[in-house]
């Protein structure tokens, strides 16, 4: 893939970080390899990189395994 299926511009690999709710947990991952647009900044998985997402967040969960726990503040909408 080296399109935008939005927009249609270029897209670049870059580590980013990101948070997925897995039922009612949060996890956050960090340096996850992803293809970002240069235009409408819409972000992209290979799919190797999903199955580990979900890996990883599975055994955080299961396992407890983690770097660290943060705090964030939950605001009601």
């Known amino acids: 893939m080296n399109k935008c299926y939005l927009c ?3 897209l ?4 980013i970080n990101i ?3 897995w039922g009612k947990q949060l ?3 960090n ?3 992803a293809l970002i647009c240069t235009q409408c ?5 290979e799919a ?3 199955a580990k997402i979900d890996e990883r967040i599975k055994d955080a969960i299961n396992k407890k395994i ?3 726990e943060i705090q964030i503040p939950l605001v009601q909408f």
């Open 48 to 50: 190797k990189v999903s």
């Open 12 to 15: 670049k690999k870059e580590n």
């Open 66 to 68: 983690s770097i660290r």
């Open 31 to 33: 340096e996850v390899p």
């Open 8 to 10: 249609g511009s270029k």
């Open 19 to 21: 948070a997925r709710y």
């Open 27 to 29: 996890v956050a991952l």
């Open 41 to 45: 900044g819409e972000k992209y998985f």
